[in-house]
């Protein structure tokens, strides 16, 4: 029998990347500083169980009894209920997950259910955001637990994204609130948010010509941001925007990092005047542990195998590697693979063991010896489920996520530019 992520948890907990992973549960989702990790606009949910607050009954329910509760919710539920469970929530979870997918794949099924009145999002709070922002005005959707946050998205926050606009465009000598064409007929900044990202951020990016993008169609935005622009201020992830300008044939010295905590981000004005690429300082956590070493390790114990990793890791990660790309592009490199062969993958370990599991004819390993899952999106236990789907039985739609009309409009504006960009 493979074990669950969790179930190796509990077991080795000297060998996951954080100690708290190990502990009760209720313990760990109170950790401060993710706050709801949402937009400073979104309203608080009501009602809302926060963080540490699970309802006793559920903190003690044994795992069968909540499986159990979830499936009799489910079935009373029917087809007002569409579940949706990102390839890095845990096994426990989404075994209950009607749909599968990343952030946006899952944003879009939902939208393949229009008779679903309640969306329930095993992800993190900016994953439910974009759900909320695409659903249609009778849908809600649901966070089980308003603590998985996600820390990339909170490393851009809007008030530092908005003074770092004022100072890039004042170098440029442009107005931040209404940034010009020059004779050339380019802008000389636009703004680009990765999906991961609040929705306050996408919508800043709808008000200033700019987009969104996604793993899997970064080179393709990046091509339709240098056709408008001469340069991009792009958030919150530095390697995906790295990785990708850098695969573009963009130089390493015209990419500068922005550190919102340093006047003109730590860069001087001649650089900022040279740059294509401004890059915002922020990082998946889990991306970020991969190593060229972990790689060299894995070819020196499996002569021969292959190495794919995720575009968030690390540059000099992803250029050891055979080939990079997003969990769809992991997902598709493996089914590409034949038997027999070996497989390391740079990514999150719960998509990867999920792969090895699924092709048991191939040898597939995350690159990573640490157990190191999303700890933010692992904060959606089971409890939380089975509590949302109870209280949805009983009439009551808890940890509702709102994004405001005047966050959600310009958010759609910048996701549909990038849905008229990369046509699908
Ligand atoms: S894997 Fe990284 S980028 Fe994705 S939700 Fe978790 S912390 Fe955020």
């Not at 990082?283 to 790689?295: D, K, L, N, P």
């Not at 995720?310 to 769809?328: K, L, R, W």
């Not at 598709?332 to 599991?357: C, F, M, Q």
Request: aromatic share 6%; charged share 20%.
């Amino acid at each position: 029998m493979t074990l669950s992520v969790n179930d190796r948890i509990q077991l080795t907990p000297a060998k996951t990347c954080s100690p708290s992973l190990a502990a009760d549960p209720w313990k760990f989702d109170p950790v401060p500083g993710y706050g709801p990790g949402s937009s400073q606009a979104d309203p608080v949910p009501e009602p809302a169980v926060h963080p540490g607050q699970l309802p006793a009954a559920y903190r003690q329910m044994p795992e069968d009894e909540l499986h159990r509760r979830i499936l009799a919710a489910k079935a009373q539920l029917g087809d007002e209920l569409v579940i949706l469970g990102h390839f890095y929530q845990r096994d426990e979870v989404v075994q209950h997950a009607d749909f599968l997918g990343d952030s946006f794949q899952l944003a879009k099924a939902a939208l393949s259910r229009p008779e679903a009145r309640s969306i329930v999002f095993c992800g993190v709070h900016f994953m439910a955001e974009t759900a909320d922002i695409l659903s249609r005005g009778d849908q809600r959707v649901i966070l089980p637990n308003l603590a998985a946050g996600c820390s990339m998205a909170d490393m851009a926050d809007e008030d530092s994204v908005e003074s770092a606009w004022e100072e890039i465009c004042e170098v440029y000598g442009a107005d931040p609130q209404n940034v010009r064409p020059g004779a050339d007929g380019k802008l000389p900044v636009l703004p680009v948010t990765y999906m991961n990202s609040s929705a306050a951020l996408k919508a800043f990016c709808g008000r200033h010509g700019g987009i969104v993008c996604t793993s899997s169609n970064a080179e393709a935005v990046l091509e339709w941001a240098f056709e408008r622009a001469h340069r991009v201020l792009f958030f919150p992830d530095q390697h995906l925007g790295r990785n990708t300008a850098k695969a573009m044939g963009v130089p390493l010295e015209q990419m500068p990092i922005w550190n919102p905590r340093r006047p003109l981000g730590g860069n001087t004005e001649q650089q900022l005047v040279e740059a294509r690429v401004l890059l915002w300082h922020g990082f998946c956590s889990v991306h970020r542990r991969f190593t060229v070493a972990q790689i060299d390790q894995a070819r020196a114990e499996h002569p021969g195998c292959r190495v794919i990793v995720h575009p968030e890791c690390p540059m000099p990660v992803v250029d050891a590697a055979d080939a990079a790309g997003s969990t769809d592009a992991i997902r598709k490199y493996v089914a590409a693979s034949s038997p027999g062969e070996v497989i390391a993958i740079g990514t999150e370990i719960n998509l990867v063991n999920r792969l090895a599991a699924e092709y048991p004819d191939r040898t597939i390993f995350c690159l990573d010896p640490v157990i190191c899952p999303c700890s933010t999106m692992y904060r959606i236990h089971p409890g939380y489920l089975a509590w949302v789907l109870d209280e949805l039985v009983e009439g009551r739609a808890p940890n509702q996520i709102t994004v405001n009309a005047e966050v959600a409009e310009p958010a759609r504006v910048a996701l549909d530019r990038m849905l008229a960009a990369v046509p699908k």
